[in-house]
């Protein structure tokens, strides 16, 4: 067996396969994106790399919220939901007053830093429900969730009347679309995002107690973890995160519709398994979400480089999904 000193610990054959095993999809849309960078035009450019970016900062501060309920051996399947709500919402506040097919012509011109704390507020009063739910009644936050998902899809396609929205103003678009120097306001914001996240869960109580019930929410509760007040936050914060990127996504896009953020729950879930956070709780770093999160739009850029049809995209990204899952069961059984 081959061995070598680096940092006092050895590096096996045993070590390597382990390596290798639990980092195998990262390696492997590596491996793709060098395939494809190699073989096609513009993949590494700079147009390109701005476009990951941008792709990436609002994806990593909605997989931030999911993170947080992953930890705690939860999930949040109302989070592609919460952001589609977002967006209509901040679309809603945020039209131009001038702007011909106006969804709410009586509303006043709403400054772009009051329409996001609305949007904050109102997701964070599903949020708390949420973690109600799960906290007070023992509902599994799957079934929770879920219902929580289909109660804000048809809340929104109610306020919305299943009309797109479009006719921002400028001062919201900006946000998305703006730059400081070359570092787009987006990625930023993300910046900051992840910064927070990372001392609140490395550097605070909150965090402690998070991954306390994680490991063991019967011995968190007995060494005196207020475990519902925890499982509450945790999902109101959650909902402040998919608001944000609802918001975001809304200004990037300069339009909104019930449509808006399908699927992203499983984007965000499998984004953070790749990275490392597990689904059996407990385990899980920013780093990890952020990488997760890169690994993941590197691969959909990479099946657009390749023209692959969008349909199969979905297949590939769906397979991703399952084998993200069953290598975080196998490092868990593994353990046992």
Same mark, same amino acid.
């Given at each position: 067996?081959?061995?070598?000193?680096?940092?006092?610990?050895?590096?096996?054959?045993?070590?390597?396969? /382990?390596?290798?095993?639990? /980092?195998?999809?990262?390696?492997?849309?590596?491996?793709?994106?060098?395939?494809?960078?190699?073989?096609?035009?513009?993949?590494?450019?700079?147009?390109?790399?701005?476009?990951?970016?941008?792709?990436?900062?609002?994806?990593?501060?909605?997989?931030?919220?999911?993170?947080?309920?992953? &930890? %705690?051996?939860?999930?949040?399947?109302?989070?592609?939901?919460?952001?589609? +709500?977002?967006?209509?919402?901040?679309?809603? +506040?945020?039209?131009?007053?001038?702007?011909?097919?106006?969804?709410?012509?009586?509303?006043?011109?709403?400054?772009? &830093?009051?329409?996001?704390?609305?949007?904050?507020?109102?997701?964070?009063?599903?949020?708390?429900?949420?973690?109600?739910?799960?906290?007070?009644?023992?509902?599994?936050?799957?079934?929770?969730?879920? $219902?929580?998902?289909?109660?804000?899809?048809?809340?929104?396609?109610?306020? %919305?009347?299943?009309?797109?929205?479009?006719?921002?103003?400028?001062? !919201?678009?900006?946000?998305? /679309?703006?730059?400081?120097?070359?570092?787009?306001?987006?990625?930023?914001?993300?910046?900051?995002? $992840?910064?927070?996240?990372?001392?609140?869960?490395?550097?605070?109580?909150?965090?402690?107690?998070? #991954?306390?019930?994680?490991?063991?929410?019967?011995?968190?509760?007995?060494?005196?973890?207020?475990?519902?007040?925890?499982? &509450?936050?945790? #999902?109101?914060?959650?909902?402040?995160?998919?608001?944000?990127?609802?918001?975001?996504?809304?200004?990037?896009?300069?339009?909104?519709? %019930? @449509?808006?953020?399908?699927? !992203?729950? +499983?984007?965000?879930?499998?984004?953070?398994?790749?990275?490392?956070?597990?689904?059996?709780?407990?385990?899980?770093?920013?780093?990890?979400?952020?990488?997760?999160?890169?690994?993941?739009?590197?691969?959909?850029?990479?099946?657009?480089?390749?023209?692959?049809?969008?349909? #199969? %995209?979905?297949?590939?990204?769906?397979?991703?999904?399952?084998?993200?899952? @069953?290598?975080?069961?196998?490092? #868990?059984?593994?353990?046992?």
């Amino acid at each position: 067996m081959v061995q070598a000193q680096v940092k006092g610990s050895p590096i096996t054959s045993k070590s390597v396969k /382990n390596f290798l095993s639990n /980092n195998a999809i990262i390696i492997l849309i590596v491996l793709l994106a060098l395939v494809v960078g190699i073989s096609t035009d513009n993949f590494f450019s700079v147009n390109n790399f701005r476009n990951l970016v941008v792709n990436v900062s609002p994806r990593f501060i909605i997989a931030c919220g999911v993170s947080g309920c992953l &930890i %705690t051996k939860g999930t949040d399947l109302s989070a592609g939901r919460m952001v589609g +709500l977002s967006a209509c919402l901040s679309a809603m +506040l945020l039209q131009s007053v001038d702007y011909s097919a106006r969804m709410l012509p009586w509303l006043p011109d709403i400054p772009v &830093i009051g329409g996001l704390i609305i949007v904050l507020l109102i997701c964070a009063i599903f949020g708390a429900i949420s973690g109600c739910v799960i906290a007070f009644l023992k509902v599994p936050p799957f079934i929770a969730t879920l $219902g929580m998902q289909t109660i804000v899809y048809g809340l929104c396609s109610v306020i %919305t009347n299943n009309q797109p929205m479009g006719g921002y103003k400028q001062s !919201y678009t900006n946000v998305a /679309n703006g730059s400081f120097f070359v570092i787009p306001y987006l990625a930023l914001i993300a910046l900051a995002v $992840g910064i927070f996240m990372w001392f609140l869960y490395n550097k605070t109580r909150h965090g402690k107690y998070m #991954y306390a019930i994680g490991g063991n929410e019967s011995a968190a509760q007995v060494a005196g973890v207020n475990v519902s007040a925890t499982l &509450i936050r945790i #999902y109101v914060l959650a909902a402040v995160m998919y608001a944000l990127g609802g918001f975001l996504l809304g200004a990037k896009a300069g339009g909104a519709s %019930t @449509a808006t953020g399908f699927g !992203y729950e +499983l984007e965000a879930i499998a984004a953070c398994t790749i990275g490392g956070v597990s689904t059996n709780g407990g385990v899980g770093r920013v780093s990890g979400v952020l990488v997760g999160v890169l690994v993941f739009e590197t691969l959909k850029i990479c099946l657009q480089f390749l023209g692959v049809d969008p349909a #199969y %995209t979905f297949i590939v990204q769906g397979l991703v999904i399952i084998v993200a899952v @069953a290598l975080d069961l196998r490092k #868990y059984l593994a353990k046992k």
